[in-house]
């Protein structure tokens, strides 16, 4: 097992990737997505400019990310009651139910790191 940070979070990323991407793909979504969805879970009601930084999702792509998780009816974006200029989201009760599929099957997974299974 290499003692390379970088190398470990590629792996667990490709372990995760196989895990998670057969859920993905029923709403033809992808890691960021999941990212987004999972930051949004976690603290509903932010802002879109705290969700790309939490969920490392450049600014200019979480639009289009965000535009596609409400498409599919599992986020809410609304404009924020105190702050009018700002929007923020949280999970439909339909993205809820999914994000909990995807986070049980995220802690399925052996983490590579301490198992020191191969991962490729």
Do not use: F
């Not at 802002?47 to 930084?53: H, K, L, P, S, W």
Request: no cysteine; hydrophobic share 50%; glycine share 4%.
């Amino acid at each position: 097992m290499t003692h390379s940070l970088a190398v470990q979070v590629r792996q667990v990323e490709a372990l995760l990737r196989r895990a998670l991407q057969p859920i993905l793909a029923e709403h033809d979504l992808a890691m960021d997505h999941w990212r987004i969805v999972a930051v949004i879970a976690a603290a509903p009601g932010l802002g879109m400019n705290e969700v790309a930084t939490t969920a490392v999702v450049p600014a200019a792509s979480l639009t289009r990310h965000m535009d596609r998780l409400v498409e599919r009816g599992l986020v809410v974006r609304r404009i924020d009651t105190e702050d009018k200029r700002r929007a923020v989201v949280a999970l439909s009760a339909r993205g809820q139910a999914y994000a909990e599929r995807l986070r049980a099957a995220e802690q399925s997974l052996p983490t590579p790191a301490v198992t020191g299974l191969p991962v490729s």
